[in-house]
């Protein structure tokens, strides 16, 4: 499954870049699937730097998600390579600065196997839609902070 989404957000692209370089230090929304994000490699982000995620997939059943950073080049590409509880993929943001802001794309190839590659259907209807509602979270985010303060 492959997936591309952008939103253009009133941010400069150092600012947007840097709000996902430090993805783990920003508080989960009330009702998000993500119950831990967490740096599990010391130092700072690039090449290399792993994280730990635990994720409410369906009622009753967690996953645990490891990614590692594959591409690195501040503030236009940050881009990663997952694998967990019945799946793996790749997500890659791009940030394209336009007048007074960004465009940030998001690119995601995801593959589900096991008991999970029978739910695949389902579960791509509902990617898209989480996709989407993370974009619109982070633009709101970055928007409401005043401008150096992310």
Do not use: N, W
Request: net charge negative.
């Amino acid at each position: 499954m492959k997936f591309e989404c952008s939103i253009f957000i009133h941010c400069e692209p150092d600012e947007t870049f840097i709000f996902l370089r430090d993805k783990e230090q920003f508080q989960q929304e009330p009702g998000s699937p993500v119950l831990v994000l967490e740096k599990i490699t010391p130092g700072p982000v690039g090449i290399g730097t792993r994280y730990r995620e635990v994720v409410q997939m369906f009622p009753l059943i967690k996953g645990e998600i490891y990614s590692t950073v594959q591409r690195f080049e501040p503030p236009r590409y940050l881009e990663e390579t997952f694998s967990g509880t019945g799946m793996e993929g790749y997500l890659a943001y791009e940030f394209i600065p336009e007048e007074e802001g960004t465009r940030l794309i998001q690119r995601e190839t995801i593959q589900f196997y096991g008991m999970f590659g029978f739910f695949a259907p389902l579960m791509e209807r509902m990617l898209l839609k989480a996709i989407d509602a993370r974009l619109e979270g982070i633009k709101a985010l970055l928007e409401s902070k005043p401008a150096g303060k992310q």
